[in-house]
Structures are given as C-alpha cells and as structure tokens.
Nanobody, 118 residues
Framework: QVQLTESGGASVQSGESLRLSCAYS????????MGWFRQAPGKERERVAT???????TYTDSVKGRFTISQEYVKNTVYLQMDNLTPDDTAMYYC????????????WGQGTQVTVSA
C-alpha cells in the first residue's frame, strides 16, 4: 500500500510563489512515475507535472516556465515549486503515483488547497 501526504498549500497573492511537498511511503518502488494534478471548482482534474525514475519531467502548457517538479529520494518526497502564481492556478493539488507516466494514477494523496487572489 502506498501512502501519499501533500503539504504546502496556502492562500497567496498573484505573482507569489509556493512549494508543495508530497511525502510518500509504502511500496512505491513499482511506481516509476510521480505526478502532481489539480482540480479547480467546476472543472475536471488535470495533470500538471510528472517526473519519472530517470528524472525526465513533463508539464502542462499553462505552467511551463513557472512550475518545477523535483524529487528527493533520500527524503521520499516530491516537490512542486510554483512561481508567478495567477488566480487560474487556484485549485486543490493532488500528488499521485503511476506505474509509468503514460498510465493513469494508481494511488492518490488527499490534496492540498492553493488559492491565488488577484
């Protein structure tokens, strides 16, 4: 069983930065990809960023150049550095694992709320 715990969400002003953390434990070794997803009110959940076991990353177009995903194996933690936040980034952010990045997530965290005001 994999456990994922997100933290770092907050209410900030437009243009500010946040760093989200996802601490993971359990049988994560079979899941070669970690990702961040988000869901805004009234919208579908979308994939924001992924990182695989080789360190390759992907980003949705709306966050390219502003968000950075990284992984610290020693701490069993995945991060999402979010810079130059805008109100459109307001959402619940979820951490997830995938067997490989092309597949849907198989384990989810509980989420952490990010609210950006103009």
């Amino acid at each position: 069983q994999v456990q994922l715990t997100e933290s770092g969400g907050a209410s900030v002003q437009s243009g500010e930065s946040l760093r989200l953390s996802c601490a993971y434990s359990g049988a994560v070794y079979s899941n070669l990809c970690m990702g961040w997803f988000r869901q805004a009110p009234g919208k579908e959940r979308e994939r924001v960023a992924t990182i695989d076991d080789g360190g390759d990353t992907t980003y949705t177009d709306s966050v390219k150049g502003r968000f950075t995903i990284s992984q610290e194996y020693v701490k069993n933690t995945v991060y999402l550095q979010m810079d130059n936040l805008t109100p459109d980034d307001t959402a619940m952010y979820y951490c997830a694992t995938m067997r490989v990045c092309q597949l849907p997530p198989n384990f989810w965290g509980q989420g952490t709320q990010v609210t950006v005001s103009a």
